[in-house]
């Protein structure tokens, strides 16, 4: 009898081993292996467009006369972006981005309204580095702040439908945005974002304007594509 019962506690457990074995790897996986989805993290790159408001404010002064004009032009801007966004917990993330872009802002006038005594003012490159903070409120959903450091240049053209003369002038700036990015797959994404971007005041002697100073600003509205790497 003792013989016996060893001899089936033994084949109990022979029989039980390849089923335990068989449990233990379907059920691994499950335990082991996280979710894997887009996490907004690391390089990127990205092309980007959309509308762009220009807004001015020129003052002329020349000691005996003064006047103060403002201006709106709406454009469309567009350029490329890079970037590095890194994980802070399970939900934040913080970067930093460079981007370049041009604009077809411009604005000009005539004292005879066909192109003689006048000129043109209108916007060149923009080059832009900054930071931004997201927060991933859905698993392929991240909003975004952003404060960046912007330089910007103006580039005119003045004169008299003979002979013209022009100069550019290159201004620094600051710039506020937010967004949203929603990913399309683990590495794609799509974007929207406001910008708002504001230059210091400047003497417009640059750009062939004597006795003025000039002072701009952009709203932007973008939408973008991009890959995270």
Known sequence: MKTFLLATGALLAVTAAPAFAQDADTSAPTMSAPSDGPTFTGPRAEVFG???RVGTRARFNDGTTRDTTHDHKSAWTGGGLLGYDMPVGNKLTVGVLGSYAVSTAKTCAYSDGTGGLGGCVKSGREIEGGA???????????????????????????????????????????????GAEFA??????????????????????????????LRYDRNQVLAGFGVHF
């Open 132 to 178: 931004r903070v997201g927060y991933k409120i859905a698993p392929r959903t991240l909003i975004y702040g952003k404060l960046a450091y912007v330089n910007g240049q103006i580039r005119s053209k003045f004169g008299d439908g003979t002979d013209y003369v022009g100069g550019h002038a290159n201004r620094d700036g600051g710039r506020a945005g937010a």
């Open 50 to 52: 959309g509308w762009d």
């Open 184 to 213: 399309l797959n683990n590495h794609a994404y799509v974007k929207a974002e406001y910008d708002y971007t504001r230059f210091k005041s400047f003497h417009a002697d640059d750009l062939g304007v004597a006795d003025t100073s």
